[in-house]
């Protein structure tokens, strides 16, 4: 049901135009019918896709987030009402609610100062990354299209490092996810400040390395915070189009032994191969200077590394393999690991997370990161979509980073718990595509 969909849609080809400008509004609206949904799209073409986050990925009956410019509003509005098509406006005054993160810069808690305040979020060149203990190194494994360096930090107890198993987890894929960068430090400081009371954090720190990447798209995520809050891809500049960027999570080597690059980015799939738009694969895998520096790390690291962790936002999710087709991985007890940590998260306060294969649970998508990493033999890959499910969407309030970090840190916990266990992860019992 949901392939047929897809390639109706695609039919009409829509290029989605992102605008940012003041007191925009968030819609949430529910589709009603294809047909539908197809009239109203057509006829708004300004949209920006919040979740999905293209519109291919529109399917029946299903929920769908945009963002739209305030003199678009009335007209939308009425066109949903003769449509009958479901709506709720969930933020009405955009500019404020970005505000409230980034202004009264002066006045909060900065790095300068001795005390680093975790529950804000931070800038580029806030983000501290220079924390140099016992138990954490950092490094550098190459350069953004801009020149940044890309930092990454080695957490764990330094004596065994080499022969230690491996956990890699990375923030930030998506520039205007602000809640990935701020659990990525969360969990830096926490795995510190826990070593010495918490016993399981200990163990894992004594027995794994992870490696923590706490902004993987440091060019978006600098341009989310000067220029445009909602920018997702990176900021690479195309040849033929005045549009920059490429999705980083849709630049993966995935389906290469199909020879022909164009398989890799699949237009029925939940890429785009055009330039301007907010999912585009990119011309070739690998294009992307901060993709291909941590293909190359995990490549170079792959007999360690067991668990490959991304940190998205926002639907409350924990997603595995595979992303570009329905279909499980095979004979691979990834579920149960799933499965204890969502449990794990849900006991901090409450809250449910779906979990499953990503094509079937959020969406198809090809040339992502955990499709890549399990094809390259990290048996545990799993992609976090963070909170919440659209109240507020990338505009998480700050108020909500400890509980949304805390929570989390308990699912990475047991993930990488499951790692101690002796079971799954024997490489040569492990089945391939
Ligand atoms: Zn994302």
New binding site residues.
Partial sequence: RISICTILILQFRFYIYRLLLPHNEILQGVCVSLFTVLIYLSFFLQVDFWQPNSATLICQNATVDVHVKRNDTRGLHARLKQEHIDYRVFISNLQKEIEKQTGYRSSRKRRSESQYDYEVYHSLEEVDVKTHTDLVDMFSIGRSYEGKPLYVLQVGEKRSRHQKKAVWIDCG??AR?WIGPAFCQWFVKEAINSYHYDSVMRRLLNQLNFYVMPVFNVDGYDFSWTTDRFWRKTRSKNHKFHCRGVDA?RNWKVKWYLSLNAFWCDEKNGASSHPCDDTYCGPFPESEPEVKAVAKFLRKYKKRVKAYISI??YAQMLLYPYSYKYATIPNFNCESAAHNAVTALYSAYGVRYRYGPASTTLYVSSGSSIDWAYRNGIPYAFAF?LRDTGYFGFLLPESLINPTCTETMRAVKAIASGLLKKCETDRDKFPYI
Wanted: hydrophobic share 30%; charged share 30%; aromatic share 0%.
């Fill in positions: 894929v998506h996810e999570n998205h936002a979509e």
